[in-house]
């Protein structure tokens, strides 16, 4: 009986030390412990680090986090939380962290290059990195191939392709510079099928075939050709990295495409009205 009790004694010393030692504050029925403290204060930058190790640095960081906990837990009691809004928001703000870290976890786990998968790649194209040719691009997206064979019969008879990008071109960001992407070099572009092809263009002025992307139909002009200077395997070794991750995230994100039998249904999402809704949106502020 006594071995019970002196162990029962023993339990309730040592939760209790634990207790005693750990919890930095008591706020309503949340404890704030000394690993939430550190775990805030490792998201800080390093420069602040000098003061919060202060007394004085430590008891004013502690203060703002009992604030932040006392606004927080009356948030709940207010019900903000349950209002239609703020919902959607933390549910946005939840979908981030997600993704982020889902992002995160893949380059880590799932796709991680090698060093020798980088130096292989460099010297089997080690040629694109001795004086790598880039181009210079003018492009006018179609929305569907019809409008895209009509704009391509139009540069045929001669027309101006610039003068067809700012009045046909879907791209607006391009469009009002006459269809201008600049200069890039092989693999710098998200879509390779349009890289692909624009890189068989040979003569400066010249123009493509039609090019199906998954943006649209492209026509695109070649409007510069130039040399960029040679890298070495050093220079070109991060360049490589993420090229090789970027196609090896596109093939895993396939899969899962796959795995969850994605669908689109296109004709309900030609319907989408988004232009037509801001200006609506404009024309009620107006009011």
Known sequence: MRIITVFILSLIMVSGCTRKEDIVAYVGGKKITIKDFERRVKELPSYYLGFISTQGGKR?????????????????????????????????????VLLASVIGYIHEEKIKVSDQEIRDYYEENEDQYANPEQIKISHILLSDEKSAKEVYAQLKKGASFEDMAREYSIDTVTAINGGDLGYFGRGDMSQPEFENEVFKLERVGSISEIIKSPFGYHIAKLTGRRRGNTKTFEEAKEEIKQKLEKEKFNTLLEDFRREYNVRVDYDVLDEVKLMEEEVNADEDTKE
């Open 60 to 96: 004013q960081y502690i203060s703002g986090m009992i604030k932040e906990e006392v606004l927080l837990q009356k948030a709940r009691d207010f019900g903000l939380e349950k209002r239609p809004e703020i919902a959607r928001r933390l549910e946005d703000a939840r979908r981030e």
